[in-house]
């Protein structure tokens, strides 16, 4: 049962305040702290910020009293492990559509940290509490290299540029492709643009100063040949188009492009460059642009929803009959609770979409993301480059996990 739960006011990677939740039950205590995105969904689940002065109104001591003041009495008594007992029981004491009553950062934290608990407490590690039997398979690491969009001033208008090191066969492997990729990148970026070139975006990824979408991939061609991995890291770009779509046009590589332009763009780069992934090629409202795109590259390319789903089964649905995207990108604070991603993840698969989990651009060094990317199957996960230790966190207890697993452990092929 839980004894107890206290939470209190952290900082994350961006040195904004989030939430950290404890959770105590007579044999351990389940820690967790909670993301924060920069090109969030409209249609995300509340993160509650005080609003005030302190933190340029970005402190969470709101969040932080109603887990302490107005959840931690009602559940405390409750069995950690009832992980969707507790989840339904906080949603109806926030009572509203999007949590903005309590807050999600609130509720997912004591939502995660009660998980963690209830795995310490029958000492199973986090990813085979949460997966069971099932939970062998270790994801892709799509990792993004090249940051633009609102994570970096390099002017690029694609938020993420990424690798995935699909000829790999085996995660640590993966992960060193990836990494030998990611320093060879460095120096290309250095010889061509200056030294400034590797400073780095939100997600520890370079921000050179490119001008448009090709040359960053074509720097990325080069890093990869150079690593010598050709044929074996494919490419992908996480669009956020929502962040550079204004008055009914995307504004893109000095372009302004209509809906059907933009299909015809990616189509190009589709052909020329060995994408396999393609993430919020449309704005979280252009429903027929996913479409569009889906129809056009959808037999070959794995194209994401995330700011169009925001991890919510209502959403993913509707995306589902349309025919919009062929993927969902889950983020557990988009939603809110363990059980509601879970339920957008089954909702997923049986649709034949493929699940891919995520970081936020704000982070801390909790690595829980990679427990759930390997307790669903989740055939890809995407936490940043392998730099600052907020994004490796997630990368290093997925080479845990392999090694936990031993010979039980699959690679994902795609
Ligand atoms: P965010 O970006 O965390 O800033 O929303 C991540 C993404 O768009 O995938
Ligand atoms: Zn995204």
New binding site residues.
Partial sequence: PIEKIHAREILDSRGNPTVEVEVHTPYNVGVACVPS????GTHEALELRDKDKRFGGKGVLKAVKNVNNVIAPKVVGMDAAAQRNLDMFMLELDSTENKSKLGANAILGVSMAAARAAAGALELPLYQYLGGVNAYKLPVPMMNVINGG??AGSGLAI??FLLLPVGADTYHEALRMNVETYHTLAKILKDKYGKSATNVGDEGGYAPSIGTTREALDAMMEAIDKAGYKGKIKLGI?S?ASEFFKGGKYNIDGKSLSRDQMVKYYAGIVKDYPIIVL??PFAEEDWDGFVAITKEVGKKVTVIG?DIYVTNVKRLQKGIDMGAANSL?LKLNQIGTVSEAFDAATLAFRNKYKVAV?H???ETCDSIIADVAVALSAEII?TGAPARSERTSKYNQLLRIEENLGKAAVYTKL
């Fill in positions: 995105g920069a090109s969030t609102k994570h938020q993420e996480d956020a993430e919020d995330d990108l995520s936020r651009s704000g995407k």
